[in-house]
C-alpha cells in the first residue's frame, strides 16, 4: 500500500532540495491548510443551494430574481476583492519572510481602506438597485423583488468586507480552518433563518424573496462579528491587540497595489464577462435563466472545491517565495496540479450520475429538469479544464503574477464566452431548435472558455518567471 501511495504521488523530474520537506510533506502541508478551505467552499455551496432550493419553490420568477442579483453584488465587491487578494498574498510573503509585525500592519491597513470601500458600496447598493438589477437583466415581472433582495442585502457591505479581508489574512498564513467555522456559521444561521423566513415556519411571517435578503444579511453580521473575535484575541499570529494605530507604509501599500490592481483588472473583465453572459441568457427567456441558475450550483460547487485548494497553494507559494525558496514553490504547483486531477475525476462523475437526479432538487418544472441534465452533461466535460485553471490561477495569485491572470480573464471571459454564448444561444439556436440550443448553449460556451484558461495558464507556469516577481 506504501509504494501505492508513492507512485500515485510521485513527480517526476521534481525534487524539494531547498529545506528537509519530503515530497509527502509537502502533500501533507498542501492538504493540511486545502481541506478546510475545499469543504468550507464545499459546505458554502450546498448552503447556498439550499437557498435556491427554497426560494425555487415560490417560483421561477423568484429562482431568476435571487440569481439575477449574483453578478451585480459581486461587481460592487470588485475592488474589496481585489484588495483581499493582495492582502492575501503579501501576508503570506510576510509570514514567510518571518516579519510578523509586518503581516499585522498590512492587516490593519487593510481594514482601514476596505472600511472605505463597504461604506461607498453601501450607498450606491441602497439607492442605485433598481439600476444595478436592470443592468444585470431583469424584466418587469423580476425587477421589484430582485431590487428589494438587493437594497436588503446591501446593507451588510460594510460587515462583508471586514470578514473578507480578515479571513483572506488567515488564508495567508494558512489558518484556513478558521475562516471555515466563520462561514459555515454564518451560513447555517443564513439557512435557518431563510427557512423560517421565505415559507414562514417557527412563529415567523412568509416574506419570501425579501425574508431571503434579511436571512444573507444577518448571516454576513454573524460571520463579521466571528472574524473580527478571531483577530481581537490575543495571543493570535494576526492579533490587532494591542491595536497601536494603523500607519500606512509605501512596502505595504505598494505591494497591495502592485496585486490589488492587478485583481481589480480580473475581477472587472470576469464581472462584466459573466454580466453580459447573464443577459444573454435573460434574453433567451426566464425558464433558460432559471435552468442555468440551477446548473450553476453544481458548476459553483467544481470552483469552490477547487478554490480550496488554490488557497493552499496561494498561501504555501508566497511562503515559499518570501523564504527565498523557489524551486519548492514550483514543485507546490505541481502538487496541486496533482490534486486537482483527483477532484476533476470525482466532481465529474458527480455531475454525471447526478444529472436527472440535481434539477428535481430545485424545482418542479419538467422543462427545466430535462434541460438541467442535458446541461450537468455539459458541465461534466468542463471539470478538468475548470479545476486546472482555478488551482493555477490561485498559485499565480500567491506569487504575484495577477496580470497575466487578468489577461487570461479578458481574453476568455469578457470576450471569447459571452461571443460564444451569444451565437449559441441566438444565431445557431435559431437555425438549429431542435437541439436546444438555448439552455445548452452557456454550457458549451462555459466548456471553451475554462479550456482557453487552462491552456493559457498552463503556458504561464511552465514558463516559470513568476518565481522572480518581487512584493
Known amino acids: 500500500m506504501s509504494e501505492l501511495v508513492d507512485r500515485l504521488i510521485a513527480i517526476k523530474g521534481y525534487e524539494n532540495t531547498e529545506d528537509n520537506d519530503s515530497l509527502k510533506e509537502m502533500y501533507r502541508k498542501l492538504l493540511t491548510i486545502a481541506w478546510p478551505a475545499a469543504l468550507e467552499g464545499l459546505l458554502l455551496t450546498l448552503m447556498n443551494s439550499f437557498d435556491t432550493m427554497m ?20 461587481i460592487m465587491l470588485v475592488l474589496a476583492q481585489a484588495l483581499c487578494v493582495g492582502t492575501t498574498a ?3 510573503r510576510r509570514k ?42 431583469a424584466g418587469d415581472d423580476t425587477v421589484g423583488p430582485a431590487s428589494l433582495y438587493f437594497r436588503t442585502i446591501s446593507k451588510a457591505f460594510v460587515a462583508n468586507c471586514w470578514a473578507l479581508c480578515i479571513c483572506a489574512a488567515m488564508r495567508g498564513i ?71 494605530g ?5 512596502e505595504t501599500v505598494s505591494s497591495l497595489i502592485h496585486v490589488g ?36 450550483q453544481v458548476s459553483g460547487l467544481a470552483f469552490t472545491v477547487g478554490d480550496g485548494t488554490a488557497s ?39 455531475a454525471f450520475f447526478g444529472r436527472n437526479i440535481l434539477p428535481a432538487l430545485f424545482t418542479t418544472d419538467p422543462k427545466i429538469i430535462a434541460m438541467s441534465a442535458l446541461c450537468f452533461v455539459v458541465l461534466a466535460l468542463a471539470m478538468y479544464p475548470q479545476n486546472l485553471r482555478v488551482v493555477l490561477s490561485g498559485c ?41 440550443l438555448g439552455y445548452l448553449g452557456p454550457w458549451i460556451s462555459f466548456d471553451i472558455d475554462a479550456a482557453v484558461r487552462a491552456i493559457m495558464l498552463v503556458h504561464r507556469v511552465n514558463k516559470g518567471t513568476w518565481v522572480n516577481i518581487k512584493l
Open 55 to 74: 426560494v425555487g419553490r415560490i417560483g421561477p420568477e423568484a429562482i431568476t430574481a435571487v440569481g439575477l442579483c449574483a453578478q451585480p453584488r459581486m
Open 90 to 92: 503579501v501576508v503570506a
Open 96 to 137: 514567510g519572510e518571518d516579519r510578523q509585525d509586518a503581516a499585522i500592519s498590512c492587516l490593519k491597513q487593510s481594514l482601514m481602506i476596505i472600511t472605505l470601500i463597504g461604506i461607498a458600496i453601501t450607498l450606491i447598493g441602497n439607492f442605485g438597485s433598481v439600476w444595478l438589477v436592470r443592468l444585470a437583466g
Open 174 to 244: 494558512g489558518k484556513t480552518r478558521i475562516t471555515m467555522v466563520v462561514n459555515m456559521t454564518a451560513n447555517v444561521v443564513n439557512v435557518f433563518l431563510n427557512y423560517c423566513l421565505i415559507g414562514g415556519h417557527f412563529g415567523f411571517p412568509a416574506l419570501g424573496v425579501y425574508g431571503a435578503a434579511i436571512a444573507t444579511a444577518i448571516g454576513t453580521l454573524v460571520s463579521c462579528v466571528l472574524a473580527l473575535s478571531v483577530v481581537l484575541k490575543k495571543g493570535e499570529y494576526l492579533s490587532l491587540r494591542p491595536f497601536g
Open 246 to 250: 494603523i500607519h500606512f507604509d509605501k
Open 261 to 296: 490592481g492587478g485583481s481589480i483588472a480580473e475581477s472587472v473583465f470576469l464581472r462584466i464577462g459573466f454580466l453580459l453572459n447573464g443577459r444573454l441568457i435573460a434574453g433567451v427567456g426566464t425558464s433558460a435563466y432559471a435552468t442555468n441558475a440551477i446548473v450553476q
Open 312 to 350: 493552499a497553494c496561494t498561501s504555501l507559494v508566497g511562503q515559499s517565495l518570501g523564504a527565498g525558496k523557489k524551486g519548492k514553490a514550483m514543485l507546490y504547483v505541481k502538487v496541486v496540479q496533482r490534486i486537482a486531477t483527483f477532484l476533476s475525476i470525482i466532481l465529474m462523475l458527480f
Open 396 to 436: 499565480l495569485r500567491g506569487a504575484g503574477d495577477v496580470r497575466y491572470v487578468a489577461l487570461v480573464s479578458l481574453i476568455s471571459v469578457l470576450i471569447l464566452r459571452p461571443l460564444m454564448t451569444w451565437l449559441f444561444c441566438y444565431p445557431l439556436n435559431q437555425m438549429f431548435p431542435q437541439y436546444n
